[in-house]
């Protein structure tokens, strides 16, 4: 098979940690000519540097003062280490912070900021026992709980993963990438519909945020509802490559009518995906011969639930609302008055559909009265199940 796009979901990578830096030097200090501050103390002279990103000359000032140091100092070294990790420089981040835990055991950043970096390069037994040390030093390092839930997760152990994550939420509740991570612990665990309403709930945090628009629109085509998967996905990429994507899974699900019509859209929309769509076609057109399934493009479009063959949204399904704003009209064309708004995540009772077009029920401001009109039904998707916030 030519498929050459990744479908696994995305997890979210681990933060770093932030600099965080501020001067600890008690040397007096004058201003210069420049604006920036003098002083003969070179971590203050570091910190100066990396307050105007000047992280070169903030490195060299940090290591001539632990030269200087008879004992080298651990916050310093600390600094290095923020430093370092803030311009991706791996290797010299973990010795800095290996350092830190060297003179001072005790140090839960440097215990963090080591298990992050072990993580980085791979060594997860040693990352586990620095961002143990770390939580059991400081119970608040969001960040280590966060990746200790990565950890179990690969172990398979998805039940202590999300006590992982559940601890870093609650310390950081406004992360969609805690949530993200708890719905792929989810998805991996194979409950799918609390995956689905993790990672709805990590777009209500933050709407831009792709690996969540991503890992949803996944959990939408493995069970089957392509249509949504679609549209989903292209929050998070390019049309064509939502196509392609929900394509290669449509044929996964076993779904062969479904996948021939993603994958041709999918080519038609982009030459890029000429050859790896159509190496999937063709595996798809000879499973769809050998199995005596229709070939050519549904007459109904593509399915929103499996096999559903339809692309009519049922009466009276419950669905959300994905745009930033949505305008609410009299009939079903663009042309038609505004007769109201919708903002994303809003819940829509869906009446019947159109060529297009949904005629639903919604709530009407803060009361309980409810309105009617018609939206785009491209704008729609339906509700996870019992989604939270």
């Not at 932030?18 to 971590?43: E, H, K, M, R, Y």
């Not at 799918?192 to 969540?212: C, M």
């Not at 959300?320 to 109201?340: E, F, K, T, W």
């Amino acid at each position: 098979m030519k498929h050459k796009t990744k479908h696994s979901l995305c997890f979210a990578s681990l933060a770093l940690i932030a600099l965080g830096l501020s001067a600890c030097a008690t040397t007096p200090s004058s201003a210069g000519t420049d604006g920036f501050a003098i002083t003969d103390d070179p971590v203050l002279a570091g910190d100066n540097a990396a307050r105007r990103r000047d992280y070169e000359s903030a490195l060299t000032h940090y290591l001539l003062a632990i030269s200087a140091q008879e004992t080298p100092d651990p916050e310093v070294w600390f600094r290095v280490g923020a430093i370092c990790t803030h311009i991706g420089r791996t290797e010299q981040a973990l010795r800095a912070y290996l350092s830190v835990v060297a003179l001072d055991p005790e140090h839960a950043g440097g215990q963090e900021g080591a298990g992050l970096e072990l993580m980085a390069l791979q060594a997860m037994d040693q990352a586990r026992d620095h961002l143990v040390a770390a939580v059991t030093l400081d119970p608040q390092r969001w960040r280590s709980h966060n990746a200790l839930g990565i950890l179990a997760d690969r172990d398979n152990d998805h039940a202590a993963a999300i006590e992982h994550y559940q601890t870093a939420m609650a310390i950081n509740s406004t992360s969609p990438m805690i949530l993200n991570n708890v719905g792929y612990s989810h998805y991996l665990s194979g409950d799918l519909e609390q995956a689905a309403r993790d990672f709805y709930r990590a777009t209500g945090l933050r709407t831009d945020y792709a690996p969540a628009w991503s890992n949803l629109g996944v959990v939408y085509a493995r069970q089957g509802w392509y249509a949504d998967a679609v549209n989903i996905l292209s929050r998070a990429t390019d049309k064509a490559t939502a196509y392609n994507d929900v394509g290669y899974l449509a044929l996964q699900n076993g779904d062969l009518a479904d996948a021939e019509q993603l994958l041709s859209e999918a080519v038609r929309l982009s030459p890029m995906y000429y050859e790896a769509a159509n190496g999937n076609l063709d595996v798809v057109r000879a499973r769809m011969r050998s199995e005596g399934v229709y070939q050519g493009i549904r007459p109904n479009g593509l399915s929103l639930t499996r096999f559903a063959g339809q692309a009519e949204t049922p009466a009276n399904a419950i669905r959300v609302v994905m745009p930033a704003g949505l305008n609410v009209r009299g009939s079903g064309s663009v042309d038609a008055a505004v007769v109201g708004s919708l903002q994303f995540g809003d819940r829509v009772e869906v009446i019947s559909d159109s060529q297009g077009w949904s005629y639903i029920s919604y709530a009407n401001g803060a009361g309980s009265t409810r309105a009617v009109g018609w939206v785009r039904s491209r704008y729609l998707i339906a509700v996870p199940v019992a989604v939270e916030g």
